[in-house]
């Protein structure tokens, strides 16, 4: 493992956390946090990608994702990864303000359409991040 590189381990510290933590949300009983936590990441990836690509996004809407994106692919933080618990709090910070960003201006529709993971966890990060209205539920 030391012939690794300093940010190859960094990322599996942070994969190995993340699983830890995972894995004590099971114990726990909180099966559905444990599943939204497994699968966010993976999530926020595939929307900002999707809208990304997607023409009906503002350009202000997707520049604010493109430097998100940069930021959380970039292995420069302000707080490094490897720090216990608080290393991924600024790409937390990022995704957060992108999201938050991208709702206000952009149809919630479209952003939902760009989901790919449970709904009510959009929902829920719709609520934290207090965007002015909750995204409207899907139509079968």
Do not use: Q
């Not at 993976?42 to 994702?65: E, M, Y």
């Not at 959380?72 to 990864?81: E, K, Q």
């Not at 709090?89 to 201006?105: C, E, M, N, P, Q």
């Not at 939902?112 to 207090?130: K, Q, V, Y």
């Amino acid at each position: 493992m030391s012939d690794l590189p300093w940010w190859a381990i960094a990322i599996l510290v942070i994969v190995a956390i993340w699983i830890v933590a995972a894995v004590v949300l099971v114990a726990l009983g909180r099966v559905v946090l444990a599943r939204e936590l497994a699968t966010i990441l993976p999530n926020l990836i595939r929307l900002f990608a999707g809208l990304l690509r997607d023409g009906r996004v503002p350009l202000r809407a997707k520049i604010v994702l493109a430097i998100a994106s940069l930021y959380l692919a970039s292995p420069i933080d302000l707080i490094p990864d490897f720090v216990p618990l608080a290393g991924g709090l600024d790409d937390a910070v990022v995704a957060g303000f992108a999201l938050r960003f991208v709702l206000s201006t952009t149809d919630p529709a479209l952003v939902r359409s760009h989901w790919r993971g449970d709904p009510a966890t959009l929902e829920r990060l719709t609520r934290w991040l207090r965007v002015g209205g909750v995204i409207p539920p899907a139509v079968p």
